[in-house]
Each structure stands twice: as C-alpha cells, then as structure tokens.
C-alpha cells in the first residue's frame, strides 16, 4: 500500500520497539514483499505470511517483512477514511490510480527525512526467502537503491521511473503521475497525506506492545 521510502521511515520509527539487532536486515526485510513486482512470484507469498505459513516473525529481516505488512494493511484503512472524497465512486483500476498517486506523495514527503536517505543508500539484498530468482530479486534491490540516490528533492514526475521499473504499464503510469500532479497542488491534501505518518506510527506502536 506503499512506496520504499514511506515502508523505511516507519520501520525505522519503530525499530527500537521490535528489538532490532541488525539494521540493514531489518530494512532490507520491509521492502521485500514488493519484490515480487520484479521477480514475478505470486502475491500470497510476500504479503500474506512467512515461509512456512506462520506470521511470527523472530529473525530482523522477518520483522521488517511484518512491519510491511501492517503498514499496508493500516494505510488501506487510513486513506479510505482520509481521502475518500478524492476517490472516484467506482472500484478497480480508477481506485487504484488515486491510491498509487497518494502513494507517491507520501514518498516524496518520507523521503525527505535523513535517516531514511541514510539506510536507502545501505540497501542490501541478503537472501531470496521464498524461493525467488535471486539475479532478479537482486536487480530490485539494485534499482530501490539506484532511484532513490538520484536526488534528495523528488518530483511527481521523477515516479515514472519507479512505477515502469515495478512493470506497471506505460498508460496506467502516466495515469497515475497525472493524478499525482493534480493532488499535489492541492494543500489541504498534501497537509493530509502528511498526517497519515504519524497516525500508522502510533497505530503500529500499539500493535507490537
């Protein structure tokens, strides 16, 4: 339900409550399931448990995949509620730009922040848990990591890069920056996009207790 950098800062807000041990595994952990945009496997394997059917996570690359998780699960929720007005009464792909446009706004937001920047540019790939071609789950760490060093101020724009790259179509692409672009201008949303970082950290904060 979200972007890279968006799943970094909020993992990296609630490191300490899940008692990480190994920050790169950890990072590296909560952009995994989105891998699978790259590598072709099927959804159910990154985003509906662990290896093995369980949902405990005990080692920190599986604790940053469960943080994923809740996040898209509660950013579902959120923007449901905060910006439903923006969502078109319809359901499938038109729905889906809008979200994909919001998406890149928090992005661009999340971004901003320097300890995000700082575990980006330390992207690592460690292993390939759910049996996926490593030479391309590689490639998507690798491309994570290249985007995102290629500024500190990222544009609505910029994202063509990064929706292509996640083998979204060329015309749902141009859909979404557009979308995107017109959102943007929009303060009040802007404002409201802001606040759905703090609302997913408390809400993920009181889940793990």
Same mark, same amino acid.
Request: glycine content about 4%.
């Given at each position: 339900?979200?972007? =890279?950098? #968006? @799943? ?7 490191? /300490?409550?899940?008692?990480?041990? +190994?920050?790169?595994? %950890? ?16 959804? =159910?394997? #990154? @985003? ?7 949902? /405990?996570?005990?080692?920190?690359? +599986?604790?940053?995949? %469960? ?143």
């Amino acid at each position: 339900m979200a972007l =890279e950098a #968006t @799943h970094i800062r909020i993992a990296l807000a609630v490191k /300490d409550q899940m008692e990480i041990t +190994d920050l790169k595994r %950890y990072v590296s952990g909560t952009i995994y399931p989105d891998s699978r945009n790259v590598t072709g496997i099927r959804r =159910e394997l #990154t @985003h509906c448990a662990f290896p093995g059917g369980t949902t /405990d996570a005990t080692t920190d690359f +599986d604790k940053g995949w %469960y943080i994923h998780l809740l996040v898209d699960e509660i950013q579902k929720r959120l923007h449901d509620q905060l910006f439903g007005s923006v969502l078109p009464n319809t359901s499938g792909t038109n729905d889906w730009i809008v979200y994909s446009a919001l998406k890149i706004i928090q992005d661009m937001q999340d971004y901003a922040d320097r300890e995000t920047q700082l575990s980006i540019k330390q992207l690592e790939m460690f292993d390939n848990p759910s049996g996926e071609d490593a030479a391309l789950l590689a490639e998507y760490y690798s491309f994570i990591k290249d985007f995102y060093h290629k500024s500190d101020n990222y544009t609505c724009s910029d994202y063509i890069e990064i929706w292509s790259g996640l083998n979204v179509t060329d015309d749902l692409v141009t859909q979404i920056i557009q979308q995107a672009e017109s959102l943007h201008k929009d303060d009040s949303i802007t404002q409201e996009i802001a606040s759905v970082y703090d609302l997913t950290v408390e809400e993920i904060v009181s889940a793990v207790k």
